[in-house]
């Protein structure tokens, strides 16, 4: 089973973690000042070397070429979060190697030549770090990475030298949304040296009320200081959405049942759904499950329905191209078939 379709620690807020390492080899420009026989001759250094991996043989990684995968599976990965948009853009010596329950995501070649992704369900960060960790020594200690006593891991983009590490959550703040309060709370967090960004990152809408928080001060501090300032930053925000869900319920129980249920209702028998619809209907079911609304707890089956409802996971169920106008009508069908799986067992 992949990490993203369970719900772990604190997942009636935080969805998933992930801790991001860049490292760039001595001896090469970054990617986007090399020449394509030199993007292929990294790749084939790092993918060797993330192969020989001691995770590798019991993990079974697959190493994805973008230059020769179909359109389709790109933005799969993308919507996935298995790889960033830049790297879907594809072409020569762009690569990813993914282990099998898709935790660990390697890229090579995109901003830097190799952003180690590690990702696990829930506010788990000290384990997505450790694994990252462990990863980025072995490579550390198998090829010659750029590295500067004064500076520290040298990056493609100055906002990541140093330790070269992102941290980031992504987590689901309806009330927060609902209530008008966030962007006061991203304006407040950008000046405190965090970033929120959408569901599929920079540039990206926060579907579904689900925001991506990561740090982005990386320079003149410790990957433990980082995470620790991080996961305080975090918790905070937490803690105010709880309330906030708390006060928004109180003061309308009516008006918050009649707009879970009307999600609920929607999801199981619309027969064509956009995939923000789709993603705006799951959002009131994980308010309705976090308030109590049901008996069953139902995140596992909403965390596979958001991973697999984009438009080019629809596209992957059905095993062809679709209009934009069929892709919603399977996109329906595939959350009626989910939902009814989930009834029947």
């Known amino acids: 089973m992949s990490w993203y379709t369970s719900c772990g620690k604190d997942g009636d807020t935080v969805l998933s973690s992930r801790v991001r390492l860049a490292r760039n080899l001595s001896g090469y420009s970054f990617p986007h ?11 084939d250094r790092a993918v060797s070397a993330i192969m020989s991996l001691p995770c590798a043989e019991t993990e079974k990684f697959v190493t994805l070429n973008m230059d020769l995968l179909p359109d389709a599976d790109r933005v799969a990965l993308v919507e996935k979060h298995l790889i960033s948009e830049d790297l879907a853009k594809g072409g020569p010596g762009h ?8 935790s660990v995501s390697i890229m090579v070649n995109e901003e830097d030549h190799i952003r180690i992704q590690v990702m696990d369900c829930g506010f788990s960060l000290d384990k997505a770090y450790r694994k990252a960790e462990e990863i980025a020594v072995f490579l550390e200690n198998h090829l010659q990475i750029a590295y500067s006593e004064q500076y520290g891991f040298l990056t493609a983009c100055p906002t990541n030298t140093g330790t070269g590490m992102r941290a980031s ?21 950008s000046q405190a040296g965090f970033a929120v960004r959408g569901y599929l990152g920079e540039h990206s809408q926060a579907n579904g009320n689900v925001y991506q928080m990561s740090n982005q001060i990386t320079l003149g501090i410790s990957e433990t200081n980082i995470l620790l300032s ?3 930053m975090v918790e905070e925000v937490l803690e105010l959405e709880r309330k906030l869900r708390s006060e928004l319920y109180a003061s309308n129980p009516h008006k918050i049942r009649d707009r879970v249920y009307r999600s609920y209702g929607e999801l199981l028998y619309a027969r064509m759904m956009t995939d923000v619809e789709a993603m705006k209907r799951i959002s009131d079911l994980r308010l309705g499950i976090a308030l109590g609304f049901f008996e069953e707890n139902d995140e596992e089956t909403l965390a596979r329905l958001a991973a697999f409802i984009g438009p080019a996971g629809v596209q992957k169920d059905k095993g062809e191209l679709l209009s ?3 892709q919603e009508i399977h996109r329906a069908e595939m959350i009626r078939r989910m939902l009814s799986q989930k009834k029947s067992q």
């Open 33 to 43: 000042h090399m020449t394509e026989e030199k993007m292929i001759e990294v790749r």
């Open 95 to 102: 690569s990813v190697c993914i282990s099998k329950d898709e």
């Open 169 to 189: 959550v992504m987590v689901h703040l309806p009330a927060l949304t609902t209530l008008g309060r966030m962007q006061a709370l991203i304006d407040g967090l």
């Open 230 to 232: 991080f996961k305080r």
């Open 324 to 326: 934009i106008h069929e």
